[in-house]
């Protein structure tokens, strides 16, 4: 499957007869001559994704062979000038054997060879699959083809290297994307238009692929405009395909934003899933992953609000069983799976170069293969739905049994075992979605691979790794992740970020969190006694906590306050029955006494 630029004209009986259609509507006039009946034309969404002979791509594939041949040609008569460090990193083979295009049409091929994913399967999704329709229209929309554009040169100057001026030309792109969409969303035409909407998550894109500082705000701040702008469209945007496809794009990264922040998804988990079901084994993964979001939200809430008492406690009780519950579906869904969802070991590694696990392609043990990315990454939101569900019947565990150790409980162990298998097929995956088959093609059946808008299926791309960002966090933060598994995480992290230019995975690969133990002592902080514990942090580093309940100072002060009442207390009651005893006593006597006694105490 290619992309061959503007879509095929013409009724498909011309096209069948090879003679040139004059595209009159609703027959064409050709037809209409020779007395046949007319059949209609194609559904312009699909004509711009079409199957080539093996003959054409053949010849496409010579053709690139010698472009890349005389390329590094050249490139090899310039090696012996070149330093030890700028010999060092070598270009990507593709990107080389494009350059004599001009910038705007190589960032293009780039981008629809590394992030648009097509349907493999009649009933089987893609991604992005909405950006060319909106390219080939005969007036692509400012707004969308500006954020495109950033996105485009942004991933093209990422995977070329440093010392050209893309993330500069890219920037500027991004900059007038942003005025163009706040000026589309402010006209009653285009505010839910489909372009606004697939500008929108070009934008929020553009964050993860650029991102330099670490934090979610931007990215987060795109997906939730993106979710308030579906909202507004309304239950009817999935008539089409070119609607349906761009609902698909904003639900999914609904739900990575939900898991990722504790926010509670907008709307409810029917509203998404309605009538915008495509595959119906990954409609209800993802249907599973907004129950998870739900829950996960609603424990975050409990921990801030609930006080201990025998009511709370059978809260909480309740709440692992809800978990489990939809930990329980998790599995069912595996079971019911139908043949091209599954997957199996392709190979066992035991090899670590130089003993680097930070820098292996594998770690040791199974590798799994898929019937296609989109397979693969549906699997792994499943997985991590079923870590977020395991983290949060410990942290339930441990509220209730406190002070008892939470690691002796039932429910520890059994989420410790789901865990670390969920880990262990996470790992397994990620040689497959980060090309290492590539190498070892004898392994790896053609059926195996995913369709791209364009460009060689077996090559290295981008879109897996933007789909591993979150995975590869989720596991580099559990407790039950050993060292060596955490430092390979790290190291697929920054290969993401170095090699397929996802900037963001560098940010996250510094994250150094351990889930659940440290949410478990941030609970622990939040159960205190004193009022507005639920924002404890911030109170400890505030002069003066907001008014509640009668009090206007923060925990810190409220208890040197307490312990100044009691002082005082003891000093007044120790002076009233001295002076019942004797009539009169020194009260300097009195306080030397009472800090004699208090020394070692402590605070």
Not at 49 to 56: K, P
Request: glycine content about 6%; hydrophobic content about 40%.
């Amino acid at each position: 499957m290619v992309y061959c630029g503007k879509p095929s004209r013409g009724c498909q009986m011309c096209r069948a007869r090879r003679i040139k259609c004059d595209e009159t509507k609703p027959t064409c006039n050709q037809c209409a001559k020779s007395r046949r009946q007319c059949p209609g034309y194609k559904d312009e969404f699909d004509l711009v994704f079409r199957n080539e002979t093996q003959a054409t791509e053949r010849r496409a594939q010579k053709a690139n062979k010698k472009a890349l041949a005389q390329k590094q040609g050249k490139t090899a008569a310039r090696d012996h000038t070149k330093t030890p460090a700028s010999a060092k990193r070598d270009h990507d083979p593709s990107i080389l054997a494009t350059l004599n295009l001009p910038i705007d049409e190589q960032a293009t091929c780039h981008f629809i060879s590394n992030f648009v994913l097509l349907p493999r399967y009649d009933n089987t999704r893609g991604y992005l699959e909405f950006v060319v329709p909106l390219l080939q229209s005969e007036t692509p929309a400012p707004h969308f083809k500006l954020a495109f554009d950033a996105c485009a040169v942004a991933s093209l100057g990422n995977r070329v290297g440093t010392g050209n001026s893309f993330e500069k030309q890219a920037l500027g792109h991004y900059t007038k994307a942003l005025a163009s969409t706040f000026a589309a969303l402010k006209d009653p035409n285009l505010t839910t238009a489909d372009s606004t909407l697939a500008a929108i998550l070009m934008l929020g894109l553009f964050e993860n692929i650029s991102a330099k500082k670490l934090g979610m705000l931007a990215w987060g701040s795109h997906v939730e405009g993106a979710i308030q702008l579906v909202k507004a469209r309304g239950k009817g945007q999935s008539r089409t395909k070119m609607g349906l496809a761009l609902f698909v794009a904003v639900r999914t990264q609904m739900i990575i934003h939900t898991l990722t922040s504790g926010k509670a998804p907008i709307m409810g988990v029917e509203w998404w899933l309605g009538d915008a079901v495509k595959n119906h084994y990954g409609a209800e993964c993802q249907r599973l992953n907004i129950r998870t979001a739900e829950l996960r939200s609603e424990v975050n809430r409990l921990m801030s609000t609930l006080a201990r008492s025998p009511e709370n406690i059978e809260l909480l009780l309740a709440m692992i069983r809800r978990c489990q519950t939809v930990d329980q579906q998790h599995v069912n869904w595996v079971r019911e799976l139908p043949e091209y969802f599954r997957f199996k070991a392709a190979a066992w590694e035991d090899n670590v170069p130089n003993g680097n696990y930070g820098a292996a392609e594998v770690f040791p043990g199974r590798v799994d293969v898929y019937q296609d990315l989109w397979v693969a990454s549906v699997y792994n939101m499943m997985r991590c739905s079923r870590i977020i569900l395991a983290s949060l019947i410990v942290r339930c565990a441990a509220w209730v049994c406190s002070p008892v150790d939470y690691r002796t409980t039932p429910e520890y162990a059994t989420s410790a075992r789901i865990c670390v298998d969920m880990i262990t097929d996470i790992i397994a995956s990620v040689p497959y979605q980060l090309g290492w088959f590539s190498k070892r093609k004898e392994l790896l059946e053609t059926h195996n691979l995913s369709a791209f808008g364009c460009g060689e299926e077996d090559a290295l791309k981008g879109l897996p790794g933007y789909f591993l960002t979150w995975p590869l966090t989720c596991i580099q933060g559990q407790d039950y992740t050993t060292d060596a598994q955490r430092a390979w995480a790290k190291g697929r992290l920054l290969f993401i970020g170095n090699d397929l230019g996802i900037r963001y995975a560098n940010m996250l690969h510094q994250l150094n969190l351990r889930v659940p133990s440290m949410l478990i002592r941030r609970d622990g902080l939040m159960a205190n006694p004193y009022p507005m514990a639920h924002n404890f942090e911030k109170l400890l580093s505030a002069r003066a906590a907001p008014p509640s309940a009668g009090y206007t100072m923060n925990p810190i002060q409220q208890r040197e306050a307490m312990q100044k009442a009691q002082f005082d207390k003891d000093r007044t009651d120790l002076l009233i029955k001295a002076m019942g005893t004797s009539g009169q006593l020194d009260e300097k006597t009195v306080d030397n006494w009472l800090q004699v006694r208090n020394v070692g105490m402590g605070p």
